[in-house]
Antibody, heavy 123, light 108 residues
Framework: EVQLVQSGAEVKKPGESLQISCKGS????????IAWVRQMPGKGLEWMGI????????RYSPSFQGQVTISGDESFTTAYLQWSSLKASDTAMYYC????????????????WGQGTLVTVSS | EIVLTQSPGTLSLSPGDRATLSCRAS???????LAWYQQKAGQAPRLLIY???SRATGIPDRFSGSGSGTDFTLTISRLEPEDFAVYYC?????????FGQGTKVDIK
């Protein structure tokens, strides 16, 4: 069974750093894109970026380029989303989602999702 | 960046009604690389449709997708109580992949 299990909720202060994780199981982790999606309170879905674990190819939405870092550890079948200095406006639910194989016709569809990690940034 | 505009913002319907949701792209979406997702309160999104018209595994056939180029439609033929939710379209034909702002289908 394909599963994406995310790390637990976080409460942080502005300026602090943070890394959240997404562990994949039940499939060949290296062979599928993993995406990160933000959902601010009461708002819609925003595509942040993606990583292909096999070759670490990473792409960012212009809105998030330079604001976060996406990485992966194929040996632990885990993807990460990292902030070096959080802001109050980073308060949101963050989802990871599995895309398709690179260059496949469905590489960008997200067929499995993690349960979400709620990040709260407040002084 | 391709901007996806969904309409209407809210659709108020009754169980058994037909729902028609629209997603319009600011540029042509290549190879019909468009997906639809359903999100219920407190849950992660669920893939319904990909490739504009292919149902994902386990999705009932009352859900159908159509369209190409810049205009796409999600149709729910007869609304069941569990279908009242927010629906998002997403394009993956051009980076950055983007989502529409969502359509809420609520009970009239």
């Amino acid at each position: 069974e394909v599963q994406l299990v995310q790390s637990g909720a976080e409460v942080k202060k502005p300026g602090e750093s943070l890394q959240i994780s997404c562990k994949g199981s039940g499939y060949s982790f290296n062979s599928y894109w993993i995406a990160w999606v933000r959902q601010m309170p009461g708002k819609g879905l925003e595509w942040m970026g993606i990583i292909y674990p096999d070759d670490s190819d990473t792409r960012y939405s212009p809105s998030f380029q330079g604001q976060v870092t996406i990485s992966g550890d194929e040996s632990f079948t885990t993807a990460y989303l990292q902030w070096s200095s959080l802001k109050a406006s980073d308060t949101a639910m963050y989802y990871c989602a599995r895309g398709g194989p690179k260059y496949s016709d469905y590489e960008g569809r997200f067929d499995y999702w993690g349960q979400g990690t709620l990040v709260t940034v407040s002084s | 960046e391709i901007v996806l505009t969904q309409s209407p913002g809210t659709l108020s319907l009754s169980p058994g009604d037909r729902a028609t949701l629209s997603c319009r792209a600011s540029q042509s979406v290549s190879s019909s690389h468009l997906a639809w997702y359903q999100q219920k309160a407190g849950q992660a999104p669920r893939l319904l449709i990909y490739g504009a018209s292919s149902r994902a595994t386990g999705i009932p056939d009352r859900f159908s997708g159509s369209g190409s180029g810049t205009d796409f439609t999600l149709t729910i033929s007869r609304l069941e109580p569990e279908d009242f939710a927010v629906y998002y379209c997403q394009q993956y034909g051009s980076s950055p992949w983007t989502f529409g702002q969502g359509t809420k289908v609520d009970i009239k």
